[in-house]
């Protein structure tokens, strides 16, 4: 199956958007912002379909719109002691907003139906060579941001109240970690499209957590889980006729229902 | 600019409040309070269900801002004196509790750096030894939420400890303890001062167990802060 271009580039960009969406999504997990990863992505979805009817790359649109959702959320001031506070609100009405917008691009753009389920199924397939490099380029911003931010997020993820009083800047650094959040999302949304984009973040981070792994441990079972994953929808796509969301979305399912079985087996 | 190094060495070390008017929603909890107290030993901060203590030390953290005066802490304004505070909040954190208890100290442990770790050694064996002071190194390796409420505040207290602190404000360590662990804990943090010449400010209901342990008791009551000796 590596003969055909198309193959090769669904490859490399399965396995960027992977290393991506394993490590955003184990910290996404650690600070209970499933949710989030969820909204951004289809959020995501809106802007491609409003990029589109303005005659962009899909592409471009998701990322200026999960960018801009990703900050609005981010900035979310803290709950006084650190609960936050109206979070899940605030995110629910981040996206009702946005999809409203989506479903008024897709009319606009006039080729409502079939353009929707492109962007809401992904197509992993019809990645060309500029897509990969816009992909890489994403993917490198993040983890670089990512990587600089990473012992101060953590320490903020773990013990709020503690980091602030030691004087961790907490708000500045939920808005990047947000706005790195929303970045991986439109990419993730390129492979996987807009409706499963996250299972790719969810499944595998929850997998890792679930195990009960430490930082370091975590973020690489997470990482190669969800290389497991696309690799082997791509694969299983090629070899059956089902799509490949299809396969990810399930093995993200699997996954993690192994983990927990795992986890129960261990503590009998 | 002040310089760290004098200002440490004068006669300001300890708690300074100048005119200090503080409110936490619609309860006033100082009211134009002025004092000056040493920090050395143990401090009980004292005071009834909502009086404030718990707004009182994240205060002195510059977690809640001052409607008036200037609290000084070892001489140093909050924003400054808190490098040198370690601090564990009334509710130990309940974020990431499948993640081992090991995890969270260590990530207290270097959490004020940028980038990533070029050596993990250091930073693994600050948090061994932390929670060995702490005496949670038995379960150290255990997720945090399966552990009870006795053995998670040591797990606090050790990520309290991270970064070397000269004064640990404590909020209620002694919550949730049964009476053998309270006198555990008790006897824990006079070690703490004895031997590493830490002070410590603490909150608790418990006025019995800390009986003959507390150098003072600061008490706070109608906008107001006394010290007894
Ligand atoms: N962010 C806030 N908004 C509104 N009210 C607040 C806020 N924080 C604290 N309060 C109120 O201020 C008062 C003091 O709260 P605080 O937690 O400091 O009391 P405390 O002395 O620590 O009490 P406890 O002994 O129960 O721990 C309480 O009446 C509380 O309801
Ligand atoms: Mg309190």
Redesign the pocket.
């Known amino acids: 199956m590596f003969e055909f271009d198309f193959m090769r580039h669904a490859f490399v960009g399965a396995a960027v958007v992977s290393v991506l969406a394993g490590t955003v999504g184990w910290f996404l997990m650690l600070r209970r912002q499933a949710f989030a990863a969820h909204a951004l992505s289809h959020i995501g979805f809106s802007g491609a379909a409003g990029a589109v009817w303005l005659g962009f790359p899909p592409l471009s649109g998701m990322v200026v719109f999960s960018l801009m959702a990703g900050f609005v959320i981010g900035a979310e001031r803290e709950g006084?002691?650190g609960v936050p506070a109206q979070r899940d609100s605030t995110i629910g009405l981040v996206l009702a907003a946005s999809l409203g917008l989506g479903a008024w691009f897709l009319h606009m753009s006039n080729r409502g139906s079939s353009l929707a389920t492109t962007l809401l199924f992904g197509d992993v397939l019809g990645i060309d060579l500029r897509t990969l490099e816009a992909l890489c380029g994403v993917a490198v911003l993040c983890l670089g941001l990512l990587a600089f931010l990473g012992r101060r997020l953590l320490f903020a993820s773990l013990a709020p109240e503690v980091a602030r009083a030691r004087g961790v800047p907490a708000r500045l650094v939920s808005v990047v970690f947000m706005a790195v959040a929303a970045l991986a999302c439109a990419a993730c949304a390129e492979v996987a499209g807009a409706l499963l984009a996250f299972s790719l973040m969810i499944g595998p981070a929850a997998t890792a957590l679930k195990l009960g792994l430490g930082p370091l441990a975590g973020i690489a079972l997470s990482v190669g889980l969800a290389l497991g994953l696309s690799w082997g929808g791509l694969m299983l796509s090629w070899v059956t006729d089902a799509p490949v969301p299809f396969w990810i979305g399930l093995g993200a399912a699997l996954s993690y229902a192994l983990a927990d079985l795992w986890r129960r087996f261990r503590s009998l | 600019m002040v310089d760290t190094k004098r200002v440490c060495c004068q006669p300001e070390r300890g708690l300074v409040l100048r005119d200090v008017t503080l409110t936490?929603?619609?309860?006033c909890?100082l009211r134009d309070a002025s004092l000056t107290v040493p920090l050395s030993g143990m401090t009980l901060l004292s005071?009834r269900?909502?009086?404030?203590?718990?707004?009182l030390l994240r205060a002195m953290l510059g977690l809640v801002p001052l409607q008036g005066g200037e609290i000084l802490t070892h001489g140093l304004p909050p924003a400054q004196a808190r490098q040198h505070i370690g601090y564990m909040p009334?509710s130990v954190t309940d974020a990431a509790l499948l993640l081992p208890a090991v995890s969270h100290v260590r990530a207290a442990v270097d959490g004020l750096r940028w980038g990533l770790p070029l050596r993990l050694r250091p930073r693994r064996e600050e948090a061994d030894r932390l929670l060995a002071l702490t005496g949670a190194s038995a379960f150290a390796h255990r997720p945090l939420g399966l552990l009870s409420g006795g053995e998670r505040q040591r797990v606090g207290l050790a990520q309290a400890l991270a970064g070397n602190p000269d004064l640990l404000l404590l909020d209620?360590p002694l919550a949730a303890l049964d009476h053998a662990g309270q006198e555990q804990t008790v006897r824990l943090l006079g070690d703490l001062t004895a031997r590493l010449g830490i002070g410590i400010v603490l909150?608790s209901?418990e006025t019995e167990a800390l009986a003959g342990v507390v150098t003072r008791v600061m008490q706070l009551a109608d906008g107001g802060l006394h010290v007894r000796v």
């Open positions: 006084e002691r | 936490a929603g619609s309860t909890v005071g269900n909502g009086a404030g203590k718990s707004t009334q209620e909150t209901h």
